[in-house]
């Protein structure tokens, strides 16, 4: 089983930036891809970010494509994501997630181990 840890969100003004991170512990080597999630109140969870353990794969929404940035670093164990141009809209609680073989996937459903969860609020 791996254990996920995420940390960074905060209260940001709109155009802001911030990187949330999150740390894999456990069975790491089980990790095929990493993915970040977000939930903004009342709304489902969907996918903002997913990445290849390896790197090779990446995947942005469409509504942070240019903004987002994802990276990993093995050797920490760790997934961040680089938050540009924070936007009302991108307020949520925000989740790594990792799963274990297969493809990378888009659905919640398909990952396997999450954190708890940072939130993420933006001040117009």
């Known amino acids: 089983q791996v254990q996920l840890v995420e940390s960074g969100g905060g209260l940001v003004q709109a155009g802001g930036s911030l990187t949330l991170s999150c740390t894999a512990s456990g069975r790491t080597s089980s990790i095929s891809f990493m993915a970040w999630f977000r939930q903004p109140p009342g709304k489902e969870r969907e996918i903002v970010a997913a990445?290849?353990?390896?790197?090779?794969?990446?995947y942005y929404a469409d509504a942070v494509k240019g903004r987002f940035a994802i990276s990993r670093d093995n050797a920490k164990n760790t997934l961040n994501l680089h938050v540009n141009n924070l936007q009302p809209e991108d307020a949520a609680v925000y989740f790594c997630?990792?799963?274990?073989?297969?493809?990378?996937?888009?659905?919640?459903?398909?990952?396997?181990?999450w954190g708890q969860g940072t939130q993420v609020a933006v001040s117009s």
């Open positions: 997630a990792a799963k274990y073989g297969g493809a990378l996937l888009k659905t919640a459903a398909a990952y396997n181990s």
């Open positions: 990445t290849s353990w390896s790197g090779s794969t990446t």
